[in-house]
């Protein structure tokens, strides 16, 4: 045989060898170094388990998911800057992050410009997603979150005079006591004492002592858990025994850690309880420990969330394009979730429900379940 001819049938024989299908390139900025490192960290985890899972699942679409994360070592200024590298230098669809409302309101304008959709998977300050139609979260927002303590604190702890400490440098604390406060007196409640602080502050026996003066018989710490466990602390140090509580901002390993026996009886409102016996929780909770060798937390879970509901976006919207993704994004509705069913509503935020956990022996214990 003629060797063109030879070499014809070879190739007409021979495997058809596919490109490999192109990943669908998921841009995260997440705080994986520096001070807050503990809950991007988690987070990430959440959103590698995901992604794997999915891919091993065959991917979206038909390509994988690849993700490609920068970190903003939790410094201020840095989350522009990793979203501006996503956006123009990786050249991703979708980008998810941040945990933390602060860092969300930072890059969430950057991504808005580009035209890029964000799914937030945690942060529940409300301007986040009023940012703009490219903003998203898959958590509750934090108009619903205080509602839901203000009325836990009149109604289960019969509180009718509270005092709130507020750290004043930080977007969601802030946000989570207007809120609170709004309907706590709107319920014809009193607010005895607003005492501030700032974040990395250490010692809140000044506050606390005006808090005592004051007659409050519940404290609302509105601010992260780091702040609430030395707060509780020293608040019973001080002889200060009435029901603490706080918002979502509370829910972190090191919340016990730093406050020990203090935390006993303290509330706190989470986005999902851990100890929640349906097969979502349970079997996201073997699956986590089994790749990594730990309990997930709240950030862990939603982060999970983030990219379920993100690629269910693109399997709807059939397409990869940031547009259509934003689309399909805002028509999600009763999506199952780990932290619960999610419906993305008109101003692209998340209706779930609300848990109300406390701590009794050393351990986060169910007490209510909020619904929308
Ligand atoms: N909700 C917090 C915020 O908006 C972030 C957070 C989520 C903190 C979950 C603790 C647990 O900033």
Redesign the pocket.
Known sequence: MHRLAALALCAAFAAPVLPAAEPIRIGEYASLTGKEAA?GETSHKGIVLAVDEINAAGGVLGRPLGLITADNQSKQGESATAVKKLISRDKVVAILGE????R?LEAAPVIQAAKIPMVSS????SKVTEVGDYIFRV?FV?AFEGNVLAKFAREHLGAKKVAILTSVS???SVGMTNVFKARFLADGGAVVAEQKYSEGDKDFRAQLTAVKAAGADAIFASG??TEAALICVQARQLGLNVPIFG??????PPLLEIGGAAMEGTYFC??YSPEDPSSAVQGFNQRYQARWGSVP???AA?GYDSVLVLADAIRRAGSAEPKAIRDALAQTEDFPAVTGRITIDEKRNASKSAVMLTVKDGKYKFVASVAP
């Open positions: 809950y945990v933390a409302s602060i969300s945690a942060s529940v300050n958590c934090d930080n977007a969601y992260y858990y918002g979502d901002g509370w829910d972190a989470a986005h937390d709240a950030w939603l």
